[in-house]
């Protein structure tokens, strides 16, 4: 229950055609902290421009505690202590959620198919899946991502294409892969493109220094290249090896 000592006024866009998100956030986030909340709404484009103007702001919604403006959703965060993540921040999260999903999904196809929860079969599929999911991140706007693969790459540089194919060679291998059929397709696809890119890892952030944007999760991505997108690729050249060298190790 809110305590009355603890009041605020929210103006947020509640129009028929538009809620603002942030002022949902914004209503929420004052009433998770115990504010009893006034809560106005600018029904209209005109109700919402005459108040940026009367109040000098550029956005909404626009918070008030105790009669002072507090400011816009990531102002009232900032005003609770919480963190505020800039935009062009850099993160790894993208990648651990995919590679993760792809594990989860691994080990739930492993269990489903043959009761078991972790096994060669599993690792197999791990890859395999992240295979799959890495293209399909970056299928979403190849363009882009071909763009963002030209900063770095050996080959796309020398042959700009080849930035365009990438994305259709890692998920051709996948899914072939983790089907185990045509072996001598997969193979050389995975090799090449992995060992490429680890080539080109390697010279772009340990030999020529350079601090970059991995595209290894498409072309918006903000996960910083190096280790990361360096085990990428060499995580399909050790499948490409492993589905070589499988039949003499497992023996069949």
């Not at 103006?11 to 028929?16: A, E, G, I, L």
């Not at 935009?87 to 999904?105: C, G, H, N, R, S």
């Not at 690729?233 to 060298?245: C, D, E, K, T, Y």
């Amino acid at each position: 229950m809110a305590s009355q000592s603890k009041r605020a006024e929210i103006y947020r866009m509640v129009m028929p055609g538009h809620t603002c998100p942030y002022g949902l956030k914004a209503l929420h986030l004052l009433k998770s902290r115990g504010y009893a909340v006034e809560d106005h709404h600018l029904a209209s484009r005109e109700q919402t421009d005459a108040f940026k103007v009367e109040h000098g702001v550029q956005t909404t919604p626009q918070t008030f505690i105790d009669g002072k403006r507090v400011g816009g959703f990531d102002d009232l965060r900032r005003f609770f202590g919480l963190r505020v993540r800039d935009k062009d921040e850099v993160t790894y999260v993208p990648v651990i959620a995919l590679f993760a999903m792809a594990a989860l999904m691994a080990v739930a196809a492993g269990w489903a198919a043959y009761g078991e929860l972790i096994s060669v079969r599993v690792v197999e599929w791990f890859i395999a899946i992240a295979m799959c999911l890495l293209a399909l991140q970056k299928l979403k706007d190849v363009d882009a991502f071909a763009t963002m693969f030209l900063n770095y790459d050996l080959l796309a540089k020398r042959w700009v294409p080849y930035g365009t194919i990438y994305p259709y060679a890692e998920g051709l291998a996948g899914v072939l892969m983790l089907a185990g059929a045509l072996m001598w397709v997969s193979i050389p696809v995975a090799l090449f493109i992995g060992g490429v890119g680890a080539a080109s890892v390697f010279k772009a952030v340990y030999i020529d220094k350079r601090e970059l944007k991995c595209a290894c999760v498409g072309g918006d991505s903000k996960v910083p290249l190096g280790f990361v997108s360096l085990s990428e690729n060499l995580m399909m050249v050790g499948m490409a090896i492993w589905m070589l060298v499988k039949p003499m190790v497992m023996g069949h």
